[in-house]
Structure formats: C-alpha cells, structure tokens
C-alpha cells in the first residue's frame, strides 16, 4: 500500500470512529435532567406539582439567580430545595449519580445536600418549602 492510500484510509477510519463517538455522546444528552425555567416573585419561587408525576426531582432555574435549585420529592410528600451551589468556591454544581459535584475542585455532595467528598466542609443550603394549592412554593429570602 502507498503512503496517500494508506493516510486517505486511516483518516477516514479516524473520521468515522470521531462521528461514532459524537452521535453517542449526543444520544446521552436525552437523559439529561429536566430543568424547569421559572421567576422569582417577592422571594418566592412557585413551581407545580405536577411536575414530579414521572420523576422525583427537578432542576429549578430561576430568572436572574446564578445557580440552580434541586428540588426532590420526598418519600412523605414533603419537597426539599437545595441551592445547586458549592459551599467550597461558590461554582455551579452539576447532577452525578446520586448527588451533585462541583467541577472546579471536586467536592461532592449526596442528594441531601451532605459533603461526600472535600474540599468542601459545609452542606448545601437548603430553603423552606411549602405546597400552596398546586404549587410548590420555595422561599429563597
């Protein structure tokens, strides 16, 4: 085989093997998590309850605060807010496995908002929720 045959195959083998590894990472996109786009009205967030008919957690994103809110339906009915925020470097978390993990040093932390893994030392913050008719209100003052 001649040298131009043999670099025109192996890019081609490397573009197919490039275009594989891109549809599987974009096929995973489906599962990410469903995140809710909501506003903040006199420091209160409302979100409705039927959201949690298929899945016991939500990512919140308010209008104009930085970070996330998970909120999780519990097993009594009651619903926990935590700010998706490291308590280490102030970083947007992002959702692993069961909990949330901060990207920039690793602190990790389970879905009750527990440090798992340091550098972090505090949990997470965690806001009052109430059910008010339909809606989950969260509390963010």
């Known amino acids: ?12 083998l490397c ?6 590894m891109l549809i599987g990472s974009l096929a995973s996109c489906g599962t990410a998590l469903p995140v809710y786009k909501t506003t903040i009205a006199n420091n209160k967030i409302a979100v409705p309850v039927s959201l949690f008919a298929n899945s ?8 104009n605060l930085y970070y996330n809110i998970g909120l999780k339906k519990e097993k009594d009915g009651s619903y ?13 978390l992002i959702s692993a496995g069961n909990g949330f993990k901060c990207t920039l040093h690793g602190s990790a932390f ?32």
Request: hydrophobic share 30%; aromatic share 4%.
């Open 80 to 92: 926990t807010a935590l700010l998706l925020r490291c308590t280490h470097a102030d970083n947007q």
């Open 15 to 20: 573009l197919a093997t490039g275009a594989g």
């Open 110 to 141: 389970d879905n009750e908002g527990r440090v798992t893994n340091g550098p972090a030392e505090r949990p997470l913050k965690k806001y009052p929720t109430q059910i008010e008719s339909d809606q989950i209100i969260i509390s963010i003052s």
């Open 1 to 12: 085989m001649d040298r131009r045959k043999f670099v025109k195959q192996s890019c081609s």
């Open 56 to 63: 016991d957690f939500q990512l919140i994103q308010p209008k």
